[in-house]
């Protein structure tokens, strides 16, 4: 009877052995991907402001870090405290007075603004299809032609030289029906202008996006020199994380009012 109670106790001990193994491996797993899951199915944090939010709310109460320059500083100051101005906003395309000028193409961008790329994507509007383009591009100041396209097919081209940075220029569309060089045929656009951004002031908003640079800051400096629709995305980015700023607010609305108004004109402030 011994031997059968030694091997009773033996096969209880393995299976209690077994079984207590079998429920530690299982409360492993089920602690491991249980909490997984319920992270999963937890629904996320809010974001908190990030450290542009939080400088550009210093900022619309007038308070600046030593990380802002004075010279940025007093950028952003003129910006604020710019009083409203009223601009003039007469048709695109105005003061052309040829009927055929007014009537097929108007030139879109850049238009009355100052662009940072040296190589800029030049496009215009057309009423009707099938036409051949040649776009020339020259120096305001001294008027040479720094630029002319091959015959395109289609409303856009953007230059293959670089410009120079810190220069202004001239551009307008010549376009031919159906690819006719004669000059009765041909149509010519009005003769919009466009800036390239100085040297200085790519330093300036290459600098100032290195340092996780506010809305209000880049708007500012977008507006500083000229490059109204970049502006307008980050006052608008401003507005979202402050809307009930009226400061905000203003900036927004004056740089959506200068935008409209210059590139209805064609040319820079």
Do not use: C
Request: net charge neutral; aromatic share 6%.
């Amino acid at each position: 009877m011994k031997p059968k109670r030694k091997r009773a106790r033996r096969l209880l001990f393995a299976f209690t052995t077994i079984v207590i193994i079998g429920a530690a491996i299982a409360m492993f797993y089920g602690s491991r991907y249980g909490s997984k899951s319920a992270h999963q199915g937890r629904p996320p944090r809010p974001l908190q402001h990030d450290a542009a939010s939080a400088v550009d709310g210093q900022m619309l109460q007038g308070k600046f870090g030593n990380t802002v320059s004075p010279e940025d500083r007093q950028i952003v100051m003129a910006e604020l405290h710019a009083p409203d101005q009223s601009y003039p906003t007469p048709i695109r395309g105005a003061g052309n007075d040829s009927p055929a000028g007014k009537q097929q193409i108007v030139p879109t961008e850049p238009l009355g603004t100052t662009v940072e790329d040296t190589q800029p994507t030049l496009t215009w509007d057309v009423r009707i299809d099938g036409w051949s383009y040649r776009v020339h591009v020259e120096d305001r100041d001294s008027h040479q032609a720094v630029a002319t396209s091959p015959i395109l097919d289609e409303a856009i081209w953007r230059l293959s030289t670089p410009l120079l940075r810190g220069h202004s220029y001239l551009w307008r569309v010549d376009a031919s029906p159906g690819g006719a060089r004669a000059t009765s045929t041909t149509t010519t656009s009005p003769t919009v202008q466009f800036s390239v951004l100085s040297d200085e002031g790519e330093r300036e908003i290459e600098n100032a996006k290195a340092g996780n640079a506010s809305h209000i800051l880049l708007g500012s400096l977008y507006t500083h020199y000229g490059m109204w629709r970049d502006a307008v995305l980050e006052y608008r980015k401003l507005v979202d994380d402050a809307p009930d700023s009226p400061d905000a607010i203003k900036l927004l609305r004056k740089a959506e009012i200068r935008s409209n108004a210059q590139m209805a004109t064609g040319t820079p402030r």
